[in-house]
């Protein structure tokens, strides 16, 4: 069991990392991830850049926690959604809708974080990949739930969940949905969401 001053010192040192967060965000936001450097984040936070390298290795380390930090608050949005007591289609249609919502509010119209999303997406970080598997597997937990309700046809939930995803990349990709935001020629959220649940039922 840890004493007192283990316990202290973990959070001291949560603490320490949470300030450094959070000051690199906000410079991340205002001057973009490329124009902010460790140097930057140290001078906000009126401590050394050493200090910094304490607790983070580079700059693309704290990059790195900052977008575990995203990825956790839209795994924490999806999972509200999906303990939600309506049907397993609304509650597909809901999470693929406020996904996109996020995607555009978030990541499109701040220009920044959408800086910061290209280049984690480009680097093809393990925490994508992981928060990619976690909501896979919700996804099938809904699928499953609606398969036993009768809303679903009987079929693989696993794989039926992979596709669902695929099926609605467009409406969660950051840089896809940029790319067809403006296009007129685009099928629409709710057009394709449609289409994707059909898809459970028939």
């Not at 936070?45 to 900052?66: C, D, V, W």
């Not at 693929?96 to 290209?118: C, G, I, P, Y």
């Not at 009987?154 to 969660?172: H, K, M, N, P, V």
Request: a negative charge; one cysteine or more.
């Amino acid at each position: 069991m840890p004493v007192l001053s283990e316990i202290v010192a973990d959070q001291t040192r949560q603490d320490n990392i949470t300030r450094i967060l959070d000051a690199a965000e906000g410079l991340f936001r205002h001057f973009g991830y490329s124009k902010t450097n460790v140097a930057d984040i140290a001078r906000e936070l009126g401590m050394s850049p050493a200090n910094i390298y304490r607790f983070f290795a580079s700059k693309t380390e704290i990059h790195q926690a900052l977008c575990d930090r995203m990825l956790a608050n839209s795994y924490q949005m999806a999972d509200e959604i999906f303990r939600q007591p309506v049907s397993a289609s609304e509650r597909l249609r809901r999470y693929v809708h406020a996904q996109f919502q996020m995607t555009v509010e978030l990541m499109l119209d701040d220009t920044k974080v959408h800086e910061m999303v290209v280049v984690a997406i480009e680097r093809e970080w393990h925490c994508i990949d992981r928060h990619i598997s976690r909501i896979d597997a919700r996804i099938a937990d809904v699928i499953r739930e609606g398969i036993a309700a009768g809303e679903f046809r009987e079929q693989d939930a696993d794989l039926a969940s992979r596709c669902f995803g695929a099926a609605t990349i467009s409406l969660c990709h950051p840089q896809m949905v940029a790319q067809c935001l403006n296009k007129s020629d685009r099928v629409g959220p709710d057009e394709l969401i449609d289409f994707a649940i059909r898809a459970l039922k028939a």
